[in-house]
C-alpha cells in the first residue's frame, strides 16, 4: 500500500483550500456589491453636481422665446458663464430649430449660430424627451456622460418647447476614483485569504496529525506488522478513535496468528490431494482451491479466489446458488475443447454450524474423462453397429422374403431381387472387414509393413487405375477428369503400400461419389520444408461447417441417405485417419459448403539424395 500522499491530495491541504475558497467567495462577492454600489453613487453624486439648476434652466427658456435671437444668445452666454462649469462639464442651449444658441465653451463659440448633428439632440426635440447616455471615445479613450435635457415654456395649461440643453461631462475622474478604491479593496482581500490560508493549514495540521499516525498504524497492521501504538492526544473523538485502532491491532495479532496454524494445516491436506478441491463462502464466492482443481479448471489460484463457484464451474445458466444450497447432488461437467478432453465428476456438500447457519459449499472434482471416453465409445459402437447392420439386413430379408412367396419364378423381378441381396450382403462384409480393421489398429495388433517409397509414383498409379476403370466402362454412370499437378522432384516417403493405397483409394471413392457429372478431380503432390503434402479437392456440394469436426468419425454421414445409397459404410475416412496417424502423419479436410471440398494429407519428409537411395538398396 503506497503511504506517500502528494500534498495537494493531504486533507490538510482539502481543509485549507476550502476554508480559502469560502473567504474567496465571501470576499468576491462582498467587493462585487460594494464596487457597484460604490460606483452608483459616485455616478448619482456626479450627475448632481453637472445638472442646471432650475433658475438656470427657466432663464434660457425665457431667452429662447425672445424674438431678438442676437440679444437673447448674448443673455445665454452669460448665463452660462454665470452659472459654472463644475467637473469641466460643456454645455450647449439648441433651439427647436436644432441651431445652437449659446455654449459655456470660450474658445469654441464659432458654433453658435451653426445646425447640431447629433443625432440624439434631434431625437430629443422630436420627441420632447430626456435622452441620457454614457458614451466611449476609442481615438481620446475617454468616457463622457451626455445628457440632453427639454426646455419647456408654459403659459396657462400649454407647455410649448422652446429647446434642448446638451451637456457633456468627463468620467474618467469618476470612475479613476473608484478603480482606486477596488485596488485597496483587492489588496486588503488578498491579506485577508493569505493570513487566512495560513491558519487553516496550522489548524488542519492540528487536526490531521492523529489521523496520519492511525493512518500508518493501519497500513502496518495489513502488512502483517502489529507493533507500535498510536499516541493519543486527547479524549476526544479523534483520541477515542486512536484507543480503537489500538485495540484493533492487539485483536487482529490473536486472530492472525490463529488463522495462519489452521491455514496451514488445511493446505497441507489440499495439497497432497489427488481430487480438486473448492470451497466457497455463504455467497458462494471460492475461498479455497487446491492446486488439483486449479489444474482441472484451467485457472490460475488467485485467479479463482473470489469469483462465484458457478463462473469457476461454468454451471451458472444451469444451476443457481439456492439450488447448491437446497439441494446439493453431483453433478457431470464437461469441460472438453479441440485439444484435450476433460469431464468432471463433481460432488458438493455444505459448509453448516452446529446452529444449522450454512456458510458455504465444498466441491469435490473427480476426473473421470477416460471411464466417460469408454463408456461413450462403448455404446456409440454398439448403436452404430446396429444401425448400420439392421439397414442391409433388413432389405436381405424383404427380399429373401419376396423370393420364398413367389418372385423366384419371376424371371424378370429374381434376379433383381438376387443382386439386391448379393449387394447388401458384400456391403455387410466390407462394413465388417473395416470394423476389424479399426478394431486392430485399436489394440495394436495391426501390423504396418513400412518402406521407404517414391510417393510420386504411387499416387500416380492409384490415379492411373481410375483413369483406366473410367475407360473401360463403356457407359458409366458418372464421367469425370482427373487434373495432376505434381512436383517434378521424386519424394521418398516411409509408408506402408497397401495401407496408403487404401487412404488413397477411399479419398478418391469419395471424390468421385459427391463430384457433380463431368467434374475435375484435381490431385496434388507438393513438398515443404519437413513435410509431403497430397491433396484431392472435388467440385462436389461440399461439407456444412458444422459437420467438419465429425467428419472422420466412425460412421458419421453429412448425408446419411445419400451415403447408404452409394454404398458406403460410414468408416472409410476413419480408416483413412488411422492409417495416416500411424504414419505419424496428419488428415484434414477443407471445404466451402456448395463450393466442394479438398482433403489434405500431410506426411513427415526427409530429403534423401540419389546416392543414399543405392546404398540402402
Known amino acids: 500500500m503506497n503511504n506517500r500522499i502528494k500534498f495537494y491530495q493531504s486533507i490538510?491541504?482539502?481543509i485549507a483550500l476550502v476554508f480559502a475558497l469560502v473567504l474567496l467567495v465571501t470576499l468576491e462577492i462582498v467587493g462585487a456589491v460594494f464596487v457597484r454600489q460604490l460606483e452608483h453613487q459616485n455616478l448619482s453624486t456626479f450627475k448632481n453636481q453637472i445638472q442646471l439648476q432650475t433658475y438656470v434652466t427657466n432663464s434660457l427658456t425665457t431667452q429662447l422665446s425672445r424674438t431678438n435671437e442676437t440679444a437673447a444668445n448674448?443673455?445665454?452666454?452669460?448665463?452660462?458663464n454665470d452659472s459654472g462649469s463644475p467637473n469641466n462639464a460643456q454645455y450647449q442651449v439648441i433651439d427647436t430649430k436644432g441651431t445652437i444658441r449659446g455654449t459655456n465653451q470660450v474658445n469654441n463659440q464659432a458654433i453658435v449660430g451653426q445646425k447640431t448633428t447629433d443625432d440624439n439632440v434631434k431625437n430629443a426635440i422630436y420627441g420632447r424627451t430626456t435622452i441620457?447616455?454614457?458614451?466611449?471615445?476609442?481615438?481620446?479613450?475617454?468616457?463622457?456622460y451626455t445628457l440632453i435635457s427639454p426646455l419647456i415654456k408654459s403659459s396657462g395649461n400649454n407647455s410649448t418647447l422652446v429647446g434642448v440643453v446638451y451637456t457633456k461631462a468627463n468620467l474618467d475622474d469618476v470612475y479613476q476614483t473608484i478603480n482606486n478604491t477596488t485596488v485597496i479593496f483587492l489588496f486588503a482581500a488578498s491579506i485577508a485569504i493569505i493570513l487566512g490560508l495560513l491558519i487553516s493549514i496550522v489548524i488542519s495540521r492540528a487536526i490531521t496529525r492523529p489521523i496520519e499516525e492511525m493512518k500508518k498504524q493501519t497500513i502496518r497492521i495489513a502488512r502483517g506488522d502489529y507493533s507500535g501504538q498510536v499516541h493519543v492526544y486527547g479524549n476526544d473523538e479523534l483520541g477515542q478513535l486512536a484507543s480503537a485502532v489500538n485495540n484493533l491491532s492487539v485483536r487482529v495479532e490473536?486472530?492472525?496468528?490463529?488463522?495462519?496454524?489452521?491455514?496451514?494445516?488445511l493446505d497441507s491436506v489440499l495439497a497432497n490431494m489427488t481430487d480438486g478441491v473448492l470451497a466457497t463462502d455463504r455467497r458462494g464466492n471460492v475461498i479455497i482451491i487446491n492446486e488439483t482443481a486449479a489444474s482441472?479448471?484451467?485457472?490460475d489460484e488467485n485467479q479463482a479466489m473470489g469469483q462465484s463457484i458457478l463462473d469457476v464451474l461454468d454451471i451458472r445458466k444451469d444451476y443457481s446458488l439456492r439450488d447448491l444450497l437446497e439441494k446439493p447432488d453431483e453433478l457431470i461437467l464437461d469441460f472438453s475443447s479441440d485439444d484435450h478432453s476433460l469431464i468432471l465428476h463433481a460432488h458438493f456438500s455444505l459448509i453448516q454450524r452446529e446452529s444449522g447457519f450454512i456458510s458455504g459449499l465444498v466441491c469435490v472434482l473427480r476426473d473421470i474423462t477416460e471411464q466417460q471416453r469408454i463408456d461413450q465409445d462403448r455404446k456409440q459402437f454398439v448403436s452404430n453397429v446396429s444401425h448400420e447392420l439392421r439397414t442391409p439386413l433388413t432389405s436381405v430379408r424383404s427380399y429373401i422374403e419376396a423370393l420364398s412367396d413367389g418372385a423366384w419364378k419371376d424371371e424378370k423381378l429374381a434376379p433383381k431381387f438376387l443382386k439386391v441381396t448379393q449387394d447388401e450382403t458384400d456391403r455387410m462384409i466390407r462394413m465388417i472387414n473395416d470394423l476389424l480393421t479399426l478394431s486392430r489398429m485399436d489394440s495394436g495388433t495391426?501390423?504396418?509393413?513400412?518402406?521407404?517409397v517414391n510417393i510420386n509414383e504411387l499416387f500416380n498409379y492409384v490415379l492411373n487405375r481410375f483413369d483406366m476403370i473410367l475407360k473401360k466402362d463403356d457407359h458409366p454412370e458418372k464421367t469425370y477428369?482427373?487434373?495432376?499437378?505434381?512436383?517434378?522432384?521424386?519424394?521418398w516417403v516411409d509408408l506402408d503400400t497397401d495401407r496408403f493405397t487404401q487412404v488413397l483409394d477411399n479419398l478418391m471413392n469419395n471424390a468421385i461419389k459427391?463430384?457433380?457429372?463431368g467434374g475435375v478431380i484435381t490431385c496434388r503432390l507438393y513438398e515443404t520444408r519437413n513435410k509431403v503434402i497430397l491433396s484431392i479437392s472435388d467440385q462436389g456440394l461440399g461439407i456444412p461447417r458444422k459437420d467438419i469436426p465429425h467428419i472422420f468419425d466412425r460412421f458419421y454421414r453429412v448425408d446419411k441417405a445419400r451415403s447408404r445409397q452409394q454404398g458406403g459404410s460410414g468408416l472409410g475416412l476413419a480408416i483413412s485417419k488411422e492409417v495416416v496417424e500411424a504414419l505419424k502423419g496428419q488428415l484434414w479436410v477443407e471445404s466451402v459448403e456448395g463450393k466442394g471440398s479438398t482433403f489434405y494429407i500431410a506426411l513427415p519428409y526427409e530429403p534423401i539424395k540419389e546416392e543414399d537411395l543405392w546404398d540402402e538398396v
Open 12 to 14: 490538510k491541504f482539502k
Open 74 to 80: 448674448r443673455r445665454i452666454r452669460t448665463i452660462l
Open 132 to 144: 441620457e447616455k454614457n458614451t466611449y471615445d476609442s481615438t481620446t479613450d475617454t468616457r463622457y
Open 254 to 265: 490473536e486472530s492472525h496468528e490463529s488463522t495462519e496454524s489452521e491455514r496451514r494445516r
Open 296 to 299: 482441472f479448471l484451467n485457472l
Open 446 to 452: 495391426q501390423k504396418m509393413d513400412v518402406e521407404l
Open 481 to 491: 477428369t482427373i487434373q495432376r499437378k505434381f512436383t517434378n522432384q521424386d519424394l
Open 514 to 517: 459427391y463430384s457433380p457429372d
